[in-house]
């Protein structure tokens, strides 16, 4: 019997485990699902005979061990800075590992490693990053099928609130991990126009947003994500002059955003002592320029923001509970650990809400063999989570995942090594899938009169 073992039970979990629970009786797999919560691993599998729960403490090495022993495959949904210490033990166990996070520059260094053990190190296999890859790789091969020449390549994604279910002043929902939502953006971005390579640091990085329109959708606005020019040699670009990768969200996030990360909210690498009894009010006068009493830390922030008293920005953090003068309650240590508290309590989908995720790739293409010599060319998908039952992002994180685990267990997938979904036997396979699942790509085109347009990217 083979055994595939799920490390992580949270928001992203729910349609990968139901699916291979599914699975398991036919196919003769066993289901071990890990989790710090091994009461919400139980609830996720149910009372499944060939599944089983247990407790997890990924930060103990030996409970990681433990868990990953005897697998023949790993779905990895814990948060990123545990990926290498995963992959590490999966190459020593001989188990294929598939991640839903960018893959580390520590679990690239197990690659030579993983191809002496013919293991396979599966990256970025989730939504964003995942679908995006493939959808990108399918729109490329498309483009040069058609005699093309790709001049541009602008990509966003995102998840966020369905427009029917803008239920809170951010018009932002939790439906994956707060952790990650508080600390996005740490690297900054960097990203080329017109043959400029743009770099903004992350103090920046929720300042420099421009509007997307996303057909049938409306307006969003995009902020540039991590190292779009890395993805010139995953999707061999080398030759285009604009190269952007971007995460969307609703318009006025961003400039939300942007104050939690001037007053330093995101900050992951300072200890605050006795967190959990400090109220945030204090947490965030600990942050100002000046010490100031408690009874003035709003007015005090609100200068230091340069912020409206009255305006929108304010209302927000107000909202988001950090000038709350109760104790947070936190069980982490740093203020990036009270943020996702506080963010898992704010912008929790209310009963009736539902998600919407969101791919776009746009390409600048020009055909020399054409009349209309240009065209911008972009395909796009657009899926809503079920308001009673599985979210969006559950099932687009969750489904790429479950398929390419499901590849690895019939042996389906013959490669080894560090890998990503860009590679044909990888995505061509899941990507016709994903189709027949139900997911839509719709494509659209339009004629230019220039390829070379920045679309209003600054």
Request: proline share 6%; hydrophobic share 45%.
């Amino acid at each position: 019997m083979k055994k595939v073992v799920i490390l992580g039970a949270g928001r992203s979990a729910p349609y990968l485990i139901r699916r291979l629970v599914d699975l398991g009786p036919e196919q003769g797999w066993e289901v071990v699902v890990a989790d710090m919560d091994v009461a919400a691993a139980q609830a996720r599998i149910g009372d499944t005979p060939h599944a089983r729960a247990m407790a997890l403490d990924a930060t103990e090495e030996p409970e990681l061990a433990a868990a990953i022993k005897g697998a023949d495959v790993v779905c990895n949904l814990l948060a990123p800075r545990f990926q290498a210490a995963v992959a590490r033990h999966c190459v020593e166990e001989g188990a294929h590992m598939v991640s839903v996070s960018y893959l580390s520059d520590e679990t690239r260094e197990l690659e030579g490693w993983a191809r002496d053990q013919n293991v396979m190190l599966l990256g970025e296999m989730g939504l964003d990053p995942g679908i995006d890859h493939m959808m990108a790789m399918d729109a490329v091969e498309d483009v040069r099928a058609e005699n093309g020449k790709i001049l541009s390549f602008r990509s966003f994604g995102s998840g966020v609130p369905a427009p029917d279910s803008l239920s809170n002043p951010l018009k932002y929902l939790i439906t994956w991990n707060p952790w990650n939502v508080a600390t996005a953006g740490r690297a900054g971005a960097q990203y080329m126009v017109d043959g400029q390579i743009r770099i903004v640091p992350h103090r920046r990085l929720f300042l420099h947003t421009w509007p997307v329109e996303v057909e049938g959708v409306g307006t969003l606005e995009a902020y540039p994500n991590r190292d779009s020019l890395s993805y010139r040699d995953h999707f061999d670009l080398h030759h285009v002059k604009t190269m952007i990768r971007g995460t969307l969200r609703w318009p006025g996030f961003c400039d939300t955003w942007s104050r939690i990360v001037k007053l330093g909210l995101t900050n992951t690498g300072l200890t605050i002592p006795d967190l959990a009894e400090l109220s945030p009010r204090e947490v965030v006068g600990m942050f100002l320029p000046l010490p100031v009493p408690a009874d003035r830390v709003v007015e005090a922030a609100t200068l230091f923001l340069e912020l409206n008293p009255t305006g929108e920005v304010i209302r927000n953090l107000r909202f988001l509970g950090l000038f709350d003068q109760e104790p947070s309650g936190c069980q982490g240590h740093t203020v990036a650990d009270m943020l996702a508290h506080l963010l898992e309590q704010r912008l929790a989908p209310q009963p009736g809400d539902h998600d919407m995720v969101i791919l776009v790739h746009q390409m600048d293409v020009e055909y020399p063999d054409r009349a209309s010599a240009c065209e911008r060319v972009t395909y796009t998908m657009v899926d809503t989570g079920d308001a009673c039952g599985m979210s969006a992002m559950a099932k687009t994180v969750g489904l790429p995942t479950a398929l390419a685990a499901e590849m690895m267990l019939r042996g389906d997938l013959q490669l080894s090594g560090c890998l990503l979904p860009t590679h044909d036997a990888i995505y061509k396979p899941v990507l016709a899938q994903l189709k027949d699942e139900g997911l839509r790509f719709t494509l659209t085109r339009e004629p230019l009169e220039g390829c070379h347009k920045a679309n209003g990217v600054i």
